[in-house]
Each structure stands twice: as C-alpha cells, then as structure tokens.
C-alpha cells in the first residue's frame, strides 16, 4: 500500500514537471529570441562584413558574429546592390568617425523583413540583433518601419536607373525591353518577393510594355521559374553576371550601377540603355533612415548627415550612382 502511495506521488511529481517544462518551452518559443529570424541565403560571406578604420575587413559568419556581440561602433543594413560601393563609402565615412562599421547588403524586402523580426538566420545559426542605420527603396517600406517604431528620421542619398545587361557585344541582338518577350532567349530578372528593384521599379515597366503576365506566368516567387525560359533570382546583382558568364543567361535587368561593377570586375558583359520611360531614372530613390532606440543613435546621426556630404555623394557617384538633390538629402522625420 505504501508502496502504491509512492508510486503515485511520483507520477503526480512527473507530471507536474511535464506541465512546467511544456509551459517553459511553450514560454521560450514566443520570445523574441525563439521567433524566426530572416534567412540569409547561402554563400553570401561578402555581403556580410564588419570594415576596421585601419582598414581591416572581417567577413561572414565571424563579421555577424562581432555584430551581435556588439562590437562594431555603428551596424548598417541595406539594400544588396550597394555591395560593391560600400568599402569606399564606410571608409569615407571613417576619414571623420573612427567607429568600426557592420554592414549587411541584402534585397531590401529582406532588410525591411529582418529590421521587423529582429535579427538574422545564417547557415543555420540565429542571430538576434538590430540595425542603427537602414536602407531602402521605397518611402513606403521606411513608413511601415516607421510604424513598427523602427524608424525615426530619413534622407534620400541617391538614384538609379535600370538597364539591360548581356553578353560582351550582344550577340543576340538585345534592343530593349520588348525583347524580354522573345521565347529563344534565356531571361534572368530579379524576384518580386524581396528585390526592390522589380517589387517597386522593374514589374511596373513590364507591365506598361503588357510582358509582366507573360514572362511571370501569374508567379510571385524567388528562386523559380515563372516561364519556362524566365527565371526569378533571389539574389539579382550575383546572380545575373554569373548567368551571363557561365553563358546560361542572355539578358537580364540590373541597376546601371551592377553593370559598372561587373566590368570593373572584367567580367565580359554589355550593356542595352533604356529610354527614361523604361529606365525610372527620375524615380528611383535610396532612402536611409535610423532605428529609434537603437546601440548607437549619436553614429547613426552622423551617417545620415555624411550621405548628405560632398564626400558621401563622391563615394557613390564615383561607382554610376546618380548623386540627389540638396533638397532631398534634408534629413527629415519619417511622417
């Protein structure tokens, strides 16, 4: 009998740790922590870096590393295809502010995304953490940042314009837009989920030219296919060029800017300008802004008046940036 007892005191004591432990996991996985993070796609080590005023480069899982811990005097999130300008322009940056600077180079729906949840997943491993300084391409993703009481101020630091690129001297004979709509060409474009450069630019002028419907196929993906012979990067300013070289891809649409760093690379690439209807040269907008409440507020200030600076607007025109007006680069509250 006693032996009966014990036996159901046990199972009593069993269950009640069962409950609490269930509470405790159920507890953890709504923490901000547990929540998931935004994926980094992989073998993405050179979007990922933390510059040194010395001029020391850290990248990768170690540069997202030192970013968690803290380290860096001021952590920059923003739009991927700044990538190739952002050595030149943190160093710049840092000829008058010694911080060390993180500096994450994603699709701005990834940025916008990873600003929301709170951090990043790469290679499997989370890391929780917020940016002191944002970019995007749209006002309205900097005003739903703002909702979320992630954005403060703003500037509009500089333009873009699209182009085509293809295969050095353009042996399929590329003229423009329409062409996209040819069937034996193999058509590379950036995704509608998370690249700003289609979500908000490239999509609208395929439909003004009645190809969106065609060469989508009713598809909002990345990653896939939307035609047979279309395909949807989920990392476009990579992507594309490597197409081109591997002699996989005959055309796609980038910034200029990606057409100039591919040449300054040597990779063996063309270019198809556009006419400003096609282009959205006058609509294309880099927009930064800082995350109130964040590690470093008196560095993100001084970042967003240095993209104002003759030496901020050097550091970007210098790779075909188009430089903004004195109007725009007012740093003013996000409304």
Known sequence: ??????????????????????????????????????????????????????????????ALELMQAGKPGLNIWLAGNQFFAMEDVIHAFQKSHKDIVGVITMPPGKVKDAVLKGGWTYKDKDYAMTPDVFGMVDMGSVKKLK???KGQNYVTYMHNQLVLMVAEGNP??????????????????????????????????????GLWDKLSTG????SCYGAANVYFTSVHHR???????????????????????ALKEGLKVDVVNLPEKDSMKNEVNYIAGNVPGAAHEKAAQAYLT????????????????????????TIRPVQ
Request: hydrophobic fraction near 40%; proline fraction near 5%.
């Open 172 to 209: 399929k004979n590329i003229k423009g837009i329409a062409d996209l709509g040819r069937p034996e060409l193999q058509v590379m474009l950036p995704n509608p989920v998370t690249e700003g450069i289609m979500k908000f630019y490239a999509k609208k002028v395929l439909e003004n030219n």
């Open 239 to 261: 992507e594309i060029p490597e197409g081109i070289k591997a002699g996989k891809v005959d055309v796609g649409i980038v910034w200029a800017t990606e057409y100039k760093n």
């Open 1 to 62: 009998m006693r032996l009966n007892k014990l036996l159901a005191a046990s199972l009593v004591s069993v269950f009640c740790m069962s409950i609490n432990t269930g509470t405790a996991i159920a507890a953890d996985a709504e923490s901000p922590v547990a929540k998931k993070l935004e994926i980094i796609p992989a073998n993405k080590d050179d979007d990922l870096r933390v510059f040194y005023p010395d001029g020391k480069i850290i990248k990768g899982e170690a």
């Open 219 to 222: 598809k909002e993906c990345q």
């Open 306 to 329: 240095f993209l104002g600076s003759p030496a901020g607007q050097a550091a970007y025109t210098g790779h075909g940036f188009i430089q903004a007006s004195k109007d725009e680069l």
């Open 147 to 149: 909702e979320a009481g």
